[in-house]
């Protein structure tokens, strides 16, 4: 699955991970399969990567060191140059515990709830939510 050779443009991810090696790991993942990806180890940082940036797609670990990844996405959505990025929350919880969550937050705020590690599978469902007319 390479969405870049599908659409002939290449996505752009913000992935948020405070866990250096996890975070490595994971966006070499995504640019195996074609993605644009860039890397933020906070919220704040992630807030301000974000606006240069303008991901189409926002991969945040629910728990960071400095504010929640539901805060950070909330952030995302109130900015105009992000507020239609597919947002989503992934966590190491366990899947029960994610879909919980997913149930208590507003479908406005978080697009998709993913459990650690991120999948083939996984990658399909955030790939799934891109409006692929876009230039």
Request: charged share 25%; hydrophobic share 40%.
């Amino acid at each position: 699955m390479n969405p870049t050779r599908s659409s002939q443009r290449t996505v752009r991810l913000l992935l948020i991970e405070d866990h250096a090696g996890l975070a490595e790991a994971t966006a070499e993942y995504l640019r195996s399969e074609g993605l644009e990806v860039r890397i933020a180890e906070s919220g704040e940082e992630a807030l301000e990567t974000a606006g240069v940036f303008q991901p189409e797609i926002v991969l945040c670990d629910l728990s960071l060191p400095d504010m929640s990844g539901l805060d950070v996405a909330r952030a995302l959505r109130a900015n105009p140059d992000t507020k239609d990025a597919v947002m989503a929350l992934y966590s190491a919880m366990a899947e029960s515990d994610v879909r919980t969550l997913e149930r208590q937050v507003n479908p406005n705020e978080v697009n998709l709830f993913l459990s650690k590690p991120l999948t083939e599978d996984k990658l399909n469902q955030l790939l799934a939510g891109l409006d692929w007319n876009k230039a």
